[in-house]
């Protein structure tokens, strides 16, 4: 399989050739796709979302980079309320959240299938306000789950999406199309009606239509979404090996487990808001530990920890717990052991990512109420 | 690759290779609409039609000269005298439900059908370009429309040559020109037909922006025909008679005299463009602004 990669990259040659060309035929514009952005746009971003926390963002090292993104639907619901997102190149990104808090109505505003009512953003450096058609055939795209037609085959359905593609190599389509195929494994089930597709082959082969062509980035929602635990396990293998390949991976899900395994940094959204912005060890050291204690006299083990000055104290049948914060927890063993507390287990816990994720976006309506 | 060769290529081979691109996309969208089963099963049902009609006629052979009179009785009654006429009378009759319905189905599907089953956010990141994806749906529901005429006529030219004697053709004026001449003027009410149904696929593809429910639309599109054949039937708003969208639909007949009634078939054909013109733009406004929420 060396000729398509070969195709490929000349295609990918190919298309710089063409950028130059248009960029150096064209006056230098003021407001064009690639003059800094004024220092008017760095107002209003809340520094805390920011990554590192640099007051001044170089949008130009990010895959996607968006400034107060809002987007309010007719029926006045804020679906995405002024997020900004840093997605840095060469990064696979995680966007986490729950179902309905705004992760695809963001896909769906970066691949300029709806408009949005407040910000701006850039797709690889580029404006959409110029454009976003110039740009796209570098993005691969798979919103909301596949979406081709019943009556043809996978690969008459791959050949429908390339001949949309007015930049695509037509001499090469039917050896990228069976590259692409072959990447995702379909290429037994090529000549099967999509209809009979399983829904992971259906997965697979929305996955297939981004993989066409070389792409800087690829996005990529809820991909797992219906698969059983086989299907995931090929969609992150596939995943980590787009990225391997130095695309940007923009991947959205509300599996943590999931984006744990595959990606260095992650968003969270919450009710449209991204309420944490960061690489991955970033949002695993957020979060206070906790100290358990195991013990037959949970009282009085209580009572030392509340001496040395812990709160959050909670005491349960045989243990007890309390917030351990800057405590070093081998000199609270040592006291207890002093005050003949009987310990007879100790553990600091770190809070899961399960626990950070619903800290950030709330409990589910069943677990709190 | 030097700049210097790309710089070179570039200018004369962009048009080209856009035309190139755009032919392949056109291609695939008549493959989408040709191959999908419930199109060719609706193409065979056009197709009956004429058969059916030879068939009726062939066993209950009307008298020669009979029928008379405006509609579909001037033609029932010469197609035992000359097959052409069976083509014609198809046309006629298909003219008042079913090739509407078929183009209704079609240019309903066009977009919302699209949006229904999600592909339209594929073709639009790939990207395809709105502007661009519009036309090729336009265009494609004039092929269509030219398609679905024109199986109506040439099965009903066939069905007439096998069922009856085919000749000389005596006009509705009562000239009589050679066959040669009677095909020409056969060719030019289906161009004339397409031209009518291009401006209802034209309103059907302007409502289907407007929702992903292919149906929905289909079922408006056939709602505005019955509706301005209501309205046209009813002398006390003779006024709105000829904005009607229907109105020039049958004027077709003004080919078949001798001389050609060209003032009907012209005021036809305006109607039939500023219907497309109007409705072509309400599509496209309203297709560039649309969120794509399916």
Same mark, same amino acid.
């Given at each position: 399989?060396?000729?398509?990669?070969?195709?490929?990259?000349?295609?990918?040659?190919?298309?710089?050739?063409?950028?130059?060309?248009?960029?150096?035929?064209?006056?230098?514009?003021?407001?064009?796709?690639?003059?800094?952005?004024?220092?008017?746009?760095?107002?209003?971003?809340?520094?805390?979302?920011?990554?590192?926390?640099?007051?001044?963002?170089?949008?130009?090292?990010?895959?996607?980079?968006?400034?107060?993104?809002?987007?309010?639907?007719?029926?006045?619901?804020?679906?995405?309320?002024?997020?900004?997102?840093?997605?840095?190149?060469?990064?696979?990104?995680?966007?986490?959240?729950?179902?309905?808090?705004?992760?695809?109505?963001?896909?769906?505003?970066?691949?300029?299938?709806?408009?949005?009512?407040?910000?701006?953003?850039?797709?690889?450096?580029?404006?959409?306000?110029?454009?976003?058609?110039?740009?796209?055939?570098?993005?691969?795209?798979?919103?909301?789950?596949?979406?081709?037609?019943?009556?043809?085959?996978?690969?008459?359905?791959?050949?429908?999406?390339?001949?949309?593609?007015?930049?695509?190599?037509?001499?090469?389509?039917?050896?990228?199309?069976?590259?692409?195929?072959?990447?995702?494994?379909?290429?037994?089930?090529?000549?099967?009606?999509?209809?009979?597709?399983?829904?992971?082959?259906?997965?697979?082969?929305?996955?297939?239509?981004?993989?066409?062509?070389?792409?800087?980035?690829?996005?990529?929602?809820?991909?797992?979404?219906?698969?059983?635990?086989?299907?995931?396990?090929?969609?992150?293998?596939?995943?980590?090996?787009?990225?391997?390949?130095?695309?940007?991976?923009?991947?959205?899900?509300?599996?943590?487990?999931?984006?744990?395994?595959?990606?260095?940094?992650?968003?969270?959204?919450?009710?449209?808001?991204?309420?944490?912005?960061?690489?991955?060890?970033?949002?695993?050291?957020?979060?206070?530990?906790?100290?358990?204690?195991?013990?037959?006299?949970?009282?009085?083990?209580?009572?030392?920890?509340?001496?040395?000055?812990?709160?959050?104290?909670?005491?349960?049948?045989?243990?007890?717990?309390?917030?351990?914060?800057?405590?070093?927890?081998?000199?609270?063993?040592?006291?207890?052991?002093?005050?003949?507390?009987?310990?007879?287990?100790?553990?600091?816990?770190?809070?899961?990512?399960?626990?950070?994720?619903?800290?950030?976006?709330?409990?589910?309506?069943?677990?709190?109420? | 690759?030097?700049?210097?060769?790309?710089?070179?290529?570039?200018?004369?081979?962009?048009?080209?290779?856009?035309?190139?691109?755009?032919?392949?996309?056109?291609?695939?969208?008549?493959?989408?609409?040709?191959?999908?089963?419930?199109?060719?099963?609706?193409?065979?049902?056009?197709?009956?039609?004429?058969?059916?009609?030879?068939?009726?006629?062939?066993?209950?052979?009307?008298?020669?000269?009979?029928?008379?009179?405006?509609?579909?009785?001037?033609?029932?009654?010469?197609?035992?005298?000359?097959?052409?006429?069976?083509?014609?009378?198809?046309?006629?009759?298909?003219?008042?439900?079913?090739?509407? %319905?078929?183009? *209704?189905?079609?240019? &309903?599907?066009?977009? #919302?059908?699209? @949006?229904?089953? +999600? =592909?339209?956010?594929?073709? /639009?990141?790939?990207?395809?370009?709105?502007?661009?994806?519009?036309?090729?749906?336009?265009?494609?529901?004039?092929?269509?429309?030219?398609?679905?005429?024109?199986?109506?006529?040439?099965?009903?030219?066939?069905?007439?040559?096998?069922?009856?004697?085919?000749?000389?053709?005596?006009?509705?004026?009562?000239?009589?020109?050679?066959?040669?001449?009677?095909? %020409?003027?056969? *060719?030019?009410?289906? &161009?004339?037909?397409? #031209?009518?149904? @291009?401006?209802? +696929? =034209?309103?059907?593809?302007? /409502?289907?922006?407007?929702?992903?429910?292919?149906?929905?639309?289909?079922?408006?599109?056939?709602?505005?025909?019955?509706?301005?054949?209501?309205?046209?039937?009813?002398?006390?708003?003779?006024?709105?008679?000829?904005?009607?969208?229907?109105?020039?639909?049958?004027?077709?007949?003004?080919?078949?005299?001798?001389?050609?009634?060209?003032?009907?078939?012209?005021?036809?054909?305006?109607?039939?463009?500023?219907?497309?013109?109007?409705?072509?733009?309400?599509?496209?406004?309203?297709?560039?602004?649309?969120?794509?929420?399916?």
């Amino acid at each position: 399989m060396t000729l398509p990669h070969k195709l490929a990259r000349a295609g990918r040659l190919a298309r710089q050739d063409v950028t130059d060309v248009v960029s150096s035929g064209q006056a230098p514009d003021p407001l064009s796709v690639f003059a800094p952005p004024g220092p008017g746009l760095q107002t209003g971003v809340p520094p805390g979302v920011q990554p590192g926390g640099h007051p001044q963002r170089d949008d130009t090292d990010l895959a996607i980079a968006t400034r107060a993104l809002a987007m309010r639907f007719r029926g006045g619901q804020l679906a995405v309320d002024h997020i900004d997102l840093a997605v840095p190149l060469g990064s696979v990104y995680g966007f986490l959240g729950p179902n309905g808090s705004g992760k695809t109505t963001t896909i769906r505003l970066l691949l300029g299938l709806m408009h949005p009512t407040f910000g701006s953003f850039r797709l690889l450096g580029a404006d959409p306000r110029a454009g976003l058609d110039a740009v796209l055939p570098r993005v691969g795209a798979l919103v909301e789950g596949p979406a081709f037609y019943p009556f043809l085959s996978g690969r008459q359905n791959l050949a429908r999406v390339d001949a949309a593609d007015r930049t695509a190599d037509i001499g090469t389509a039917p050896a990228r199309i069976d590259h692409a195929l072959d990447q995702v494994g379909l290429l037994a089930a090529a000549d099967k009606r999509y209809r009979a597709y399983s829904l992971g082959m259906k997965q697979r082969l929305g996955i297939a239509a981004g993989l066409l062509r070389p792409r800087d980035l690829m996005i990529l929602d809820e991909p797992t979404n219906g698969l059983d635990p086989q299907g995931t396990r090929e969609i992150r293998s596939l995943v980590k090996q787009i990225a391997a390949d130095g695309t940007t991976v923009f991947v959205s899900s509300h599996l943590l487990a999931e984006v744990e395994q595959i990606c260095s940094h992650v968003g969270v959204m919450s009710t449209g808001k991204l309420v944490f912005q960061g690489t991955l060890t970033g949002l695993r050291s957020r979060g206070d530990s906790r100290i358990r204690i195991r013990t037959t006299e949970p009282a009085r083990a209580a009572e030392v920890l509340a001496a040395i000055g812990l709160t959050e104290i909670t005491t349960a049948d045989a243990e007890v717990s309390a917030a351990l914060g800057e405590h070093p927890p081998e000199r609270i063993n040592a006291r207890l052991v002093h005050a003949d507390v009987p310990v007879a287990g100790l553990e600091t816990i770190r809070p899961s990512l399960e626990d950070l994720f619903v800290e950030l976006t709330g409990e589910g309506f069943n677990v709190s109420g | 690759m030097s700049a210097d060769n790309a710089i070179a290529l570039t200018p004369a081979r962009a048009p080209a290779a856009a035309a190139r691109h755009w032919l392949r996309l056109f291609r695939s969208e008549l493959r989408i609409v040709f191959l999908r089963p419930r199109n060719l099963l609706m193409l065979l049902v056009l197709a009956g039609g004429p058969v059916f009609l030879g068939v009726v006629l062939y066993f209950n052979t009307p008298q020669p000269g009979s029928g008379g009179g405006p509609g579909a009785g001037a033609f029932i009654g010469q197609v035992a005298d000359n097959g052409v006429f069976l083509s014609l009378l198809a046309i006629f009759l298909l003219l008042t439900l079913i090739l509407p %319905l078929a183009v *209704a189905v079609v240019s &309903g599907e066009s977009v #919302a059908g699209e @949006a229904g089953i +999600g =592909t339209l956010r594929t073709l /639009l990141t790939v990207p395809a370009g709105r502007t661009r994806l519009l036309v090729t749906k336009w265009l494609m529901v004039l092929v269509f429309c030219f398609a679905a005429t024109m199986i109506v006529a040439i099965v009903g030219l066939v069905m007439g040559a096998l069922l009856f004697p085919i000749g000389p053709v005596t006009l509705l004026s009562g000239n009589t020109v050679p066959l040669a001449a009677g095909l %020409l003027r056969l *060719a030019m009410i289906v &161009g004339y037909v397409t #031209a009518a149904l @291009a401006a209802l +696929g =034209t309103i059907g593809i302007a /409502l289907s922006t407007f929702t992903q429910h292919a149906i929905a639309v289909m079922a408006a599109v056939l709602v505005i025909v019955t509706a301005s054949d209501i309205a046209d039937a009813v002398s006390q708003v003779a006024v709105i008679h000829p904005y009607l969208p229907t109105h020039f639909w049958f004027s077709f007949d003004a080919l078949l005299r001798m001389p050609i009634g060209w003032p009907d078939v012209m005021h036809g054909l305006e109607s039939f463009a500023v219907y497309t013109v109007i409705f072509g733009l309400i599509a496209w406004f309203r297709f560039n602004r649309a969120d794509v929420t399916t």
